[in-house]
């Protein structure tokens, strides 16, 4: 049976101070999305995870113990961080200090930030200048979205220079607000931000904001030096932060919060099926979540076997046909459920606001799973887990991230 292998921080908690709102409160853990980045590097398996500390920290997954003194920015750090998939030593993050940053891992026993970004260097900002959303690294390019409402794109000219060590020589190359004035009309406010993940299918890249508005935009013409076009125009009614999901057929797949309370959201629903090759109809299905105030889906589906695991704000953990929108089962949870399921070798694993890490057995997806084991680490498990190699690697808002695993 798995059991709790490790604790990063052996002794204490990922605390610091961070202000919403005029407000100042005492933050503690990994929370939404949290998500660490896992990977190898010659023998070792590192992982790298931003927390409610500050930091951006470096790990020996063998030990939990830091790899590389952590990176220390001016604010909590609340976004799932990516790590360069071209094998540069280079890690992308934001935080809620205003800055997207690109953190270099190969200097002696430090991260050293080559370059950052400011959430306020676009004018207008819409919300504010956090950033949320795990940076999309495609072809040398970043491409996201950051709560000033805008979408974001970087040409990296990455290299490695005659010592040996990684550069950036980062170039905007295009930057446009993710709204327009359609959307503003409708909604009457300006909580327009980006906080899910940019996805990408083909050449056309997939993303929405807190305003309900689900967008693709054309990759092609960046390649040849020239300016995307939106291509996608959709309007789901309500805030979405889950990162799309996108199936081998390329059906999106969008879950939606319910805190408007449009007619709109109540007669579209909080998960919509949409075939984007019919932009003036494009729903084939859709399913309401909406029973309570605030509620909804904030978590990113897991797409498996023909199925969507979805857990929702209420509470319910479900199993939805893909096809036809169909709820398989339901499991109830102690919610809310703002971490995304994750699903590895039939096994899917779900993290609760009562603190429980739980796996189910899924080899039939549509018949209800029986609970093969659960874990409890303590707090809300808002974060994402990330799974490498047998071990399960997960943030909680107790205070810490937790490798799971069997001796």
């Not at 500390?53 to 609340?78: M, N, Q, W, Y």
């Not at 993940?197 to 020239?226: H, K, M, R, Y």
């Not at 919509?272 to 889906?297: F, Q, Y």
């Not at 699903?343 to 609760?352: N, P, Q, S, W």
Request: glycine share 12%.
């Amino acid at each position: 049976m798995p059991e709790v292998l490790w604790r990063f921080p052996k002794e204490g908690n990922l605390c610091s101070l961070s202000t919403t709102g005029g407000r100042t409160t005492n933050w503690c853990g990994i929370g939404w999305t949290g998500q660490p980045a896992v990977w190898q590097t010659g023998g070792d398996t590192w992982l790298a995870v931003g927390a409610y500390d500050r930091g951006i920290h470096l790990l020996d997954t063998s030990t939990g113990s830091p790899a590389k003194k952590p990176f220390v920015t001016g604010d909590i750090v609340k976004g799932s961080l990516t790590v360069d998939p071209d094998g540069f030593p280079l890690i992308y993050s934001g935080s809620r200090d205003g800055h997207l940053r690109i953190l270099a891992f190969d200097r002696a026993d430090h991260l050293t930030e080559l370059w950052s970004l400011a959430g306020d260097q676009v004018d207008p900002v819409m919300w504010n200048d956090d950033w949320d959303a795990a940076p999309l690294i495609l072809h040398d390019h970043l491409i996201t979205g950051g709560e000033n409402s805008w979408l974001h794109i970087v040409r990296l000219n990455r290299s490695i220079d005659g010592s040996g060590l990684v550069t950036v020589d980062p170039q905007i190359i295009f930057q446009t607000p993710g709204w327009d004035d359609d959307l503003l009309a409708v909604l009457g406010d300006n909580n327009v931000s980006i906080e899910n993940s940019v996805a990408v299918s083909g050449n056309t890249a997939w993303f929405a904001n807190s305003g309900g508005l689900v967008q693709g935009w054309d990759l092609e013409p960046i390649w040849s030096g020239n300016a995307p076009s939106r291509t996608f125009r959709w309007w789901m009614g309500d805030d979405v932060d889950a990162t799309i999901v996108i199936d081998d057929e390329g059906f999106l797949y969008v879950a939606a919060e319910y805190e408007r309370a449009t007619s709109r959201s109540r007669d579209v629903g909080q998960l919509v099926k949409l075939d984007p090759r019919k932009p003036d109809a494009p729903v084939v299905w859709s399913l309401d979540e909406h029973e309570t105030l605030p509620s909804g889906i904030w978590s990113t589906p897991a797409l498996h076997k023909g199925v969507l695991f979805v857990t929702t704000n209420s509470g319910r953990l479900m199993s939805i046909d893909r096809f036809s929108g169909e709820i398989m089962w339901t499991i109830f949870l102690e919610g809310p459920l703002w971490s995304s399921p994750a699903v590895v070798d039939d096994i899917l694993i779900v993290g609760d606001c009562g603190g429980y890490l739980r796996a189910y057995s899924v080899q039939q997806p549509k018949v209800k799973p029986i609970e093969i084991w659960r874990i409890e680490i303590g707090g809300c498990i808002e974060a994402t887990p990330a799974v490498w190699d047998g071990r399960i690697y997960v943030g909680s808002r107790e205070g810490g991230l937790f490798a799971i695993g069997e001796r």
